[in-house]
């Protein structure tokens, strides 16, 4: 892989780097082969003396061409990609952690439902910015936003998803491994959109369960 890219901690992440990579390269030949045309075209159509320019209405059968081969592309990398986007967004799979979140100009609100398991009850935990999460566990996010799109960002798990104002969009993740990652805002969002920052703390098994203690302890 580019070794400029983020760290992966995410289980789906190396299929995600795997499409990554092999746009990467198709795009990077297409751009060689064009600027390779052009350098080509500058110096044997440049200006000599005793030469008429030319003039060409151009090609049916070239211009046919050059919108068939981007499509047929863009097709073979829809099948090559549909069995990775239905694993990552098609279904949900079994969780052990469920956190509700809400976008908001301009902070992150992570909702954890407490001891009884249920949203929208007393004992639900509301926590800005900061989103705990146990490592190698599946963990189910209920998005929302309570004012206009919002995009949740988290580069070391190839985690990406808007959430909408009046709808409810899930996602899931699992990490790999513990520390402490950034959770930019990846929509334009409004003046404070730069700033709309959180972070990911992805604790061990025992570390979380005391996290957890801490938060309900009352």
Same mark, same amino acid.
């Given at each position: 892989m580019l070794p400029w890219l983020p760290e992966n901690i995410s289980t789906y992440g190396g299929e995600i780097d795997s499409l990554f990579m092999l746009i990467f390269w198709i795009t990077t030949i297409v751009f060689v082969a064009v600027q390779g045309a052009l350098i080509w075209f500058l110096f044997k159509y440049r200006a000599q003396p005793g030469r008429r320019a030319t003039y060409s209405h151009g090609n049916n059968t070239l211009e046919i061409a050059w919108t068939i081969a981007p499509s047929?592309?863009? =097709?073979? @990398?829809?099948? *090559? $990609? %549909?069995?990775?986007?239905d694993e990552i967004k098609a279904e949900i799979p079994p969780h052990d952690v469920t956190v509700r979140v809400y976008a908001k100009q301009f902070n992150w609100d992570f909702?954890?439902?407490?001891?009884?398991?249920?949203?929208?009850?007393?004992?639900?935990?509301?926590?800005?910015?900061?989103?705990?999460?146990?490592?190698?566990?599946? =963990?189910? @996010?209920?998005? *929302? $936003? %309570?004012?206009?799109?919002?995009?949740?960002?988290?580069?070391?798990?190839?985690?990406?998803?808007?959430?909408?104002?009046?709808?409810?969009?899930?996602?899931?993740?699992?990490?790999?491994?513990?520390?402490?990652?950034?959770?930019?805002?990846?929509?334009?969002?409004?003046?404070?959109?730069?700033?709309?920052?959180?972070?990911?703390?992805?604790?061990?098994?025992?570390?979380?369960a005391t996290w957890v203690g801490e938060q309900w302890s009352n």
């Open positions: 047929i592309i863009l =097709v073979v @990398l829809a099948l *090559l $990609s %549909r069995a990775t986007w909702i954890y439902p407490g001891p009884d398991g249920a949203f929208d009850t007393a004992d639900d935990k509301t926590i800005e910015n900061e989103l705990t999460v146990p490592v190698n566990k599946v =963990v189910k @996010l209920e998005m *929302l $936003s %309570r004012d206009v799109i919002h995009s949740l960002f988290v580069p070391v798990l190839r985690f990406k998803q808007d959430t909408m104002p009046g709808r409810q969009i899930d996602g899931w993740f699992e990490a790999t491994k513990t520390g402490e990652y950034e959770i930019p805002c990846a929509e334009l969002c409004g003046f404070g959109h730069s700033g709309m920052l959180g972070h990911l703390k992805v604790l061990s098994d025992q570390d979380y």
